[in-house]
């Protein structure tokens, strides 16, 4: 299956905000008219798909001019001037709420997982995101979780092998699903299990897992499974982190922290175009 390039997501989100163009503009606007657009911000934050917004316009009309101001990843604060757009008022206006749903989205992912990477500052636990994203968005909001500082899981499914709950039962045990899996996979792809249980982990451990998922367990149970696996695999605290205390679970010694949330329901940034 060949992936969604930006152009073609951009194409498909302007055909859909304007399957029969963009009626108020058209009949409003004169023919020519060249306006100047600012990028404000509206609350502090961290700066996440600014070339993206670039692109809409591009994609609408080659004459309009965008200068950025600031880069993805930098932080931002409240009335700071984040790009000008310059060029063609109608075309402006026709990709203006691509543009902003873009960048504000993008940027509510950044900074949700900035406030995550601090959180977690100096323990060693790097903050990782998941497949839980946003249909036809995940190539640019794993692109925001790096920008956060955030460090990216498997892109999707064929990058490594994550032996889940399902995949347990269906495979009829731990043992049974890695060793298929490893004699199946290339040797360059890691090998993952999810276990819930202690006599899971041990069972993983012995099947020669490459990383051990501790699925929702206390803080507790977490530091006693870090102090079992001894660095044999990698460990990952997953299971509604973004409602846990990161600082807390990732003092418990484990290497990674996964957080669906980072990109399944953030809050996108304020930010505002006002001619």
Not at 103 to 112: C, E, N, V, Y
């Amino acid at each position: 299956m060949k992936e969604l390039t930006l152009e073609q997501l951009i194409d498909r989100a302007l055909l859909e905000d304007a399957p029969g163009g963009d009626v108020t503009t058209l009949s409003t606007v004169p023919e020519g008219k060249t306006i100047t657009g600012r990028f404000v911000a509206k609350e502090d934050g961290i700066l996440c798909g600014i070339d993206v917004a670039d692109a809409v316009f591009a994609r609408l009309s080659d004459k309009i001019k965008f200068d950025k101001k600031k880069e993805d990843g930098d932080r931002f604060q409240k009335g700071d001037l984040l790009a000008l757009v310059t060029g063609d008022a109608r075309a402006i206006l026709t990709g203006e709420r691509v543009a902003l749903n873009l960048l504000q989205h993008l940027s509510g992912i950044a900074a949700r997982t900035r406030e995550a990477v601090e959180q977690v500052a100096g323990t060693g636990a790097k903050i990782v995101d998941t497949r839980k994203t946003t249909p036809g968005l995940r190539f640019l909001e794993k692109y925001a979780v790096r920008c956060g500082g955030g460090t990216n899981h498997r892109f999707g499914l064929s990058d490594g092998v994550l032996i889940k709950d399902n995949h347990i039962a269906a495979a009829g045990g731990i043992s049974e699903a890695v060793e298929r899996a490893k004699s199946s996979v290339p040797h360059t792809l890691k090998i993952e299990v999810e276990v819930e249980t202690f006599p899971q982990l041990e069972e993983a451990l012995a099947a020669g897992a490459d990383i051990i998922m501790l699925d929702n367990m206390s803080v507790e149970d977490m530091k006693k499974a870090v102090e079992i696996v001894a660095g044999r695999a990698l460990t990952e605290a997953s299971g509604n982190m973004g409602d846990r205390d990161l600082r807390q679970v990732a003092e418990t010694g484990v290497d990674l922290i996964s957080i669906g949330a980072l990109t399944h329901s953030v809050r996108a940034a304020d930010i505002s175009l006002k001619f």
